[in-house]
């Protein structure tokens, strides 16, 4: 579907009238002034304004937002708080943004089975603050937690400091209720901890608003653990920094969180949130313990010999619960921390195999003198899913250009140590021509035809995430396939 530049007012007036008359006064959104907090999501460099916005409340009037726009053949983005940061929520000129923001109830907490179903625009902090009072927890934990929903985590597969030991949003949500372009409700998943047919759930946790509207959610709540201490260790290079990484997992220990920062994005963070961070080290790593005293005291021992053999220069560990948050905090508030230093940051995720981990480091620090950019890492290091965050200014001429082109070479260097282009950030609108670099024609043509299954008339979230032939041939198709790429002779970054 290619979008037209303008909209005609009498389609803007037609597409609103038919949805006002199914709809609540006041969730219906066409005035340019309204709609314009919905132009983009966390990547805030692309914009477009939507032609309309819908709040619906409940599943019933979810519903009728697909009617009409199938009807009238619209098409839809979804949206939860919009903190995606690779232009998922990004709305279409001609179409629709079905917002989850009023779609925000606790449905229930069952604290005997340890679930609680929950609407599509609960946020992520909000599920683990009403399970607080059961000594549970849901374990997925996105940095931007405070404010982005579960709807959103669900499309985006999200992930966070503690999904190395408790597992990804996918490992963590036992079904989801959708509403599809046809206007049917279904269920995808089960209560127990299998369900029976194709693994429809999984298929859909991950597919960025482009298989249906979730309307309801049932996650996995877990005990809160009895203790927990975090060590922060420093190293003098980063490659010393990532080789650490790999010997704690080889040693096979599976911290709660195993977290790396650069010098650069130590430096940033510890003016704004005095973390109590090591700043003249080259990298530091979080690694945290849980789980009983006894189990938090022999984890951190075996993981502070660990590190000082592989060559931390300095280890300090938590000694009390605020000191622990202190140095998480830290590490959650790099993102925003970025913009003291630099007006404008560009947040890349990709995903490496954790040996690569200083190779990659390496690359990036020779990408810095080819772009003529700063960039600060930050990253799962335990999962191998990288953050750089490329420092640039967008007032000046061609800035955001040489950091767009520093990310995709980026991506290409994940691609060809084996890695993948994104890690829990999805593909978006930013990544859409990294997937031509990832994937074979067929293997794009599969997800074509899935998506199709899910959606005939390509109206849920159209052209993103998944590259057309032609827009992969315009890209200039540049598959990287078990590390060997085409022309390795050619210079890459
Ligand atoms: C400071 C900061 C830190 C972050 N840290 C992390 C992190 O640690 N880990 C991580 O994984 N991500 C992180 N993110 C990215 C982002 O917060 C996540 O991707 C999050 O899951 C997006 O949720 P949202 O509600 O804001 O969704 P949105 O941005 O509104 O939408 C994201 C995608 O989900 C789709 N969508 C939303 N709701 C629905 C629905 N009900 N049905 C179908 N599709 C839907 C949208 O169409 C879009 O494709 C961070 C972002 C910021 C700004």
Known sequence: ??????????????????LRARLPIGAVLSDPEDTRPYECDGLAAYRQLPMIVTLPTNEEQVLAVLDVCRELNVPIVPRGAGTGLSGGALPIIDGVVLSTARLNRIVRVDDYARTAVVQPGVRNLAISEVAAQYGLYYAPDPSSQIACTIGGNVAE????????????????????RVATI??????????????????????????????????????????KPAA?????????????????????????????????????????VEPFVHAGYDTDAAAILLCEADGTPLEVAEEI????????????????????????????????????????ISPDYYCMDGTIPRKNLAQVLTGIEQMETTYGLRCANVFHAGDGNLHPLILFDANQPGEFERAEAFGAAILALC????????????VGMEKINSMCVQFERA??????????????????????????????????????HHGAVPFPELPRF
């Open 1 to 18: 579907m290619s979008a037209p530049l303008h909209v005609p007012h009498e389609r803007r007036e037609q597409v609103a009238a038919a």
């Open 157 to 176: 597969n999200s992930g966070g400091v503690h999904c190395l030991k408790y597992g990804l949003t996918v490992h963590n949500v036992l079904r989801v």
């Open 182 to 223: 046809e206007g049917e409700i279904i269920e995808l998943g089960s209560e127990a901890l299998d369900a029976p047919g194709l693994d429809l759930l999984a298929v859909f946790i991950g597919s960025e608003g482009m298989l249906g509207i979730v309307t309801e959610v049932t996650v996995k709540l877990v005990p």
């Open 228 to 268: 927990a201490q975090v060590i922060m260790a420093s190293f003098n290079d980063v490659v010393t920094g990532g080789n650490a990484v790999a010997s704690v997992i080889a040693a096979g220990i599976i911290p709660a969180g195993l977290e790396m920062m650069d010098r650069t994005s130590a430096r940033m």
């Open 301 to 340: 021992e075996r993981m502070t010999q660990v590190l000082e053999a592989a060559g931390a220069s300095a280890i300090a560990v938590s000694q009390t619960e605020a000191e622990r948050m202190k140095f998480w905090s830290g590490r959650k508030n790099a993102f925003p921390a970025a913009g003291r």
């Open 415 to 426: 691609v060809e140590v084996g890695g993948t282009i994104t890690g829990e950030h999805g």
């Open 443 to 480: 293997e794009l043509d599969a997800f074509s035809a899935v998506k199709r299954a899910f959606d005939v008339p390509m109206l849920l979230n159209p052209d993103k995430a998944i590259p057309t032939p032609h827009r992969c041939a315009e890209f200039g198709k540049l598959h990287v």
